[in-house]
């Protein structure tokens, strides 16, 4: 290991080369992959419509092919399963239908064609509420009556579909049970005296009570998702708008229309991210959920399958030989590894192991930069807190103005992060070249007091003890430690809480917090990817914050088509936000990654986007190369 490792930190270095060893001691006679690289954590889930992090993000991406994939330098969307990306061939004039030639060649890796069927069934799929995918808002938020249908809106007249209890598996959701299909002639709502309540769209116990009479093939029929049992009423699992009512139409095998509410000049973005890929209905037909995605059962459509997989190990992927464009993709085999401990993910790296390894340990990089293995950019993402406003003191405006104006973020930066970040005081990152995003006031410790003084708790008197949640890193707790100090300035007695990852987000779902770490990178640039995840009620807020302007604002925005119009909109929509901080900008995000001089196709970009079908290796000039690395 080099010497300018080993002197900043012994003990660790020697902690982790003793688990680097373990790692290498534990492969055997396993034959090293082509290209191998720290993935961070064991992926949770590999089915699209369920993962939410980058570890599951890269993996997906390798494995599953969408519409377009993004330029690994500008990140502009590339044609993929889609044959063109020219808005003059595939937009209509109003700017809300899309219709997408697709590629006839394309195969699953089962040998079946990919169709514009497989893309409908499987935003379908991500559309239903019981799929209880985060991101379905990339298709709910902007495509025609998707929303409605997720939510399980439907009003007298609506063409609809019922599910009836007869799942051949409790935990299968696709295949559905026996579907009927009709017309919508009446909704009574037994618990509200048969009153309508507009806009309803919560999956409460109140709503599963209601009795919905339908038409079908001629005659009425009444089905309730809680059917009282002195009634002829039938039960149903789901009554939903029919799918046929959505903007996603296959209108030929090889042709996929998708119509939008509203134009959206980011459309295509959206159309890379991994939630969108399509899926193999068959697989999952046969296997169903969680089995279709073990490594024996899954059919891919993208650059890679899954070779093997061991858990808390790696995920080892070979070369898909039926994709459409395998004749451009160069690796043959692809490690992922689950190693969670940077330190010892850096000395895999440093070893020679590891050929990739993303964000080494803050500690490390005033060492690492100026290295030309080393690669940093400005990233379009945030760090930041959520205040839960459903809870006292939190529900004072006046509180959270305080707290944020105590963070001292830029001591925060240089002393504990040091790789870069830049101090956040606005949600929207500064690497949009259209956009002046809107600042909250910041960091000013005797402000902070007399705000503090004029919500009511001088000096923190009367406050309750308040506690801080993020889930177990080693960078989250020190962050959240600085932040404990800075409260402290002020009187406020601050605890903090680690939970586990899947735990945490179960917390924060369940708004069962005061105050908790969070962070966003942004699905496409644009300034929208930051501001509607706080719309009233939106999958994402997790604040119980809402405010009407600003719903006003977002919507106006994706209504407006000229560029410089919608910009000021959205900064009016962030000053609202920013003015009542629901949420607190701490930082924003540098990528950081190591990868080693004979990797070629990697690219540094502010989505931190590093599709592996670009990479290749050349160890041709390696030795010249390693002397580069340690700063000979």
């Known amino acids: 290991m080099p ?35 720290n993935n961070g954590t064991e992926p949770k889930s590999l089915d699209p419509a369920q993962v939410t992090g980058s570890p599951e993000g890269r993996i997906v991406r390798a494995l599953f092919e969408g519409l377009y994939r993004p330029d690994p330098e500008t990140l502009e969307p590339l044609p993929a399963m889609a044959l063109t990306a020219n808005l003059d061939e595939i937009l209509s004039k109003d700017g809300r239908i899309y219709t997408f030639p697709l590629r006839s060649g394309a195969v699953w890796s089962d040998g079946h064609p990919v169709t514009a069927e497989d893309f409908r069934w499987s935003w379908q799929r991500l559309l239903h509420p019981e799929t209880g995918s985060q991101y379905h808002f990339v298709l709910s938020a902007y495509v025609l009556n998707a929303a409605k249908y997720h939510a399980g809106i439907v009003d007298p007249g609506d063409p609809v579909e019922i599910e009836l209890p007869t799942r051949a598996r409790s935990q299968q959701l696709f295949p559905r049970g026996k579907m009927l299909y009709g017309k919508l002639l009446e909704i009574e709502r037994p618990n509200q005296s048969g009153v309508a309540i507009e806009g309803e769209s919560n999956e409460s116990e109140s709503k599963r009570k209601w009795i919905y009479t339908v038409e079908v093939d001629g005659a009425k029929r009444r089905f309730s998702q809680q059917p009282p049992p002195s009634q002829n009423i039938e039960k149903c699992l789901h009554l939903l708008l029919n799918f046929d009512q959505v903007g996603i139409r296959a209108l030929h095998p090889y042709r996929l229309e998708v119509e939008l509410k509203s134009p959206t000049p980011y459309f295509l973005y959206l159309m890379q991210f991994y939630v969108t890929v399509p899926v193999n209905r068959s697989c999952i037909e046969q296997y169903g959920y969680p089995d279709w995605i073990r490594p024996e059962n899954i059919v891919v459509n993208g650059p890679f399958q899954i070779d093997f997989r061991r858990l808390r190990d790696r995920i080892r992927l070979k070369k898909n030989a039926l994709y459409w464009d395998a004749a451009s993709v160069d690796l043959q085999t692809v490690d992922a590894l689950a190693v969670e401990s940077s330190t010892t993910g850096l000395n895999m790296y440093l070893d020679g192991d590891v050929d990739w390894m993303p964000s080494p340990p803050s500690e490390v990089i005033p060492r690492l930069e100026g290295r030309r293995d080393y690669h940093s950019m400005s990233s379009l993402s945030i760090y930041f807190y959520r205040f839960n406003v459903t809870r006292e003191p939190f529900d004072n405006p006046l509180v959270r103005m305080a707290l944020s104006r105590a963070v001292d973020r830029e001591r925060i930066c240089k002393a504990i992060l040091r790789a870069g970040q830049e101090p956040a005081y606005s949600l929207v990152p500064p690497v949009l070249p259209h956009y002046a995003a809107a600042k909250a006031p910041d960091y000013n410790l005797e402000a902070a007091r007399r705000l503090l003084a004029q919500a009511g708790y001088p000096d923190g008197r009367g406050l309750r003890s308040i506690e801080i949640l993020f889930n177990t890193s080693d960078g989250h707790r020190k962050i959240a430690e600085a932040i404990q100090q800075d409260w402290q300035r002020l009187g406020v007695d ?14 924060t779902r369940k708004m069962e917090y005061d105050v908790a770490r969070a962070g966003w990178i942004g699905d496409y640039p644009d300034p929208n990817t930051f ?12 604040t119980g914050w809402g405010n009407s302007d600003f719903d006003q604002l977002i919507d106006r925005a994706t209504r407006e088509s000229n560029p410089e119009k919608r910009m000021r ?21 540098v990528s950081t990654n190591l990868v080693k001089p004979y990797v070629r196709g990697f690219f540094s970009n502010s989505q931190d986007l590093h599709p592996l079908t670009n990479i290749s290796v050349d160890k041709s000039g390696e030795k010249e190369d390693r002397r580069g690395e340690d700063g000979a």
């Not at 601050?494 to 917390?507: A, D, G």
């Not at 909109?569 to 995000?589: D, N, R, S």
């Open 569 to 589: 909109i959205l900064h009016q929509a962030e000053e609202i936000i920013m003015g009542e901080i629901p949420v607190m900008p701490l930082y924003f995000y």
């Open 531 to 542: 501001l509607d995840l706080f719309v009233t009620g939106g999958v994402q807020n997790e």
């Open 3 to 37: 010497k300018i490792i080993r002197k900043l930190f012994p003990l660790a270095a020697f902690v982790a080369v003793v688990g680097a060893m373990f790692w290498a001691t534990s492969l055997g006679t396993l034959p090293p992959a082509e290209f191998t690289f």
């Open 494 to 507: 601050v605890r903090l809480r680690n939970l586990e990852w899947q735990t945490y987000l179960s917390t």
